[in-house]
C-alpha cells in the first residue's frame, strides 16, 4: 500500500523560505515519479515540481522556476521541496503525489497517490 506523508509546512513572511518533506513507503521513489502540488482556496490543484528516476529529471512550474527545488533522498526514501523567495501567491495546501500515468504531469488527475497534505502560508 502506497503511503505519503508530507510535513514541514508553516506561516512564512514573504521571501521567507520553508522546506517541505514527504516520506513514501510502498513505493520506490528512486525509480519513479514523484510530484508536488499546490492548492489555494477556490483554485483548482496545480503541480509545481516533479522528479523523475531518482532525480536524473526535475521538472517546474513556470511560477515557482529559480525559486523551487525538488530533491530525493533515495537511501529515506523522502522527496523534498525548498521554497525560497516565497510570495504571497505561494499561499496554498501542498500535497505530495506519486504514480504518473501520463499526459500533462500538472494536471493533478494524472497521478495516482497522495498525501493528506502541509499548510504553507505566506504573509506580506
Known amino acids: 500500500q502506497v503511503k505519503l506523508v508530507e510535513s514541514g509546512g508553516g ?16 513505493y520506490r521513489a528512486s525509480s519513479g515519479d514523484i510530484a508536488w502540488f499546490r492548492q489555494a482556496p477556490g483554485k483548482e490543484r496545480e503541480g509545481v515540481a516533479r522528479i523523475v528516476n531518482g532525480g536524473g529529471n526535475t521538472y517546474y512550474a513556470d511560477s515557482v522556476k529559480g525559486r523551487f527545488t525538488i530533491s530525493q533522498d533515495n537511501a529515506k ?12 501567491e505561494d499561499t496554498a495546501m501542498y500535497y505530495c ?7 500533462d ?9 497522495w498525501g493528506q497534505g502541509t499548510q504553507v502560508t505566506v504573509s506580506s
Open 11 to 26: 506561516s512564512v513572511q514573504a521571501g521567507g523560505s520553508l522546506r517541505l518533506s514527504c516520506a513514501v513507503s510502498g
Open 105 to 113: 504531469w500538472k494536471r493533478s488527475g494524472n497521478f495516482n497517490y
Open 97 to 103: 503525489a506519486a504514480y504518473f500515468f501520463g499526459g
Open 77 to 88: 526514501n523522502t522527496v523534498s521541496l525548498q521554497m525560497n523567495s516565497l510570495k504571497p
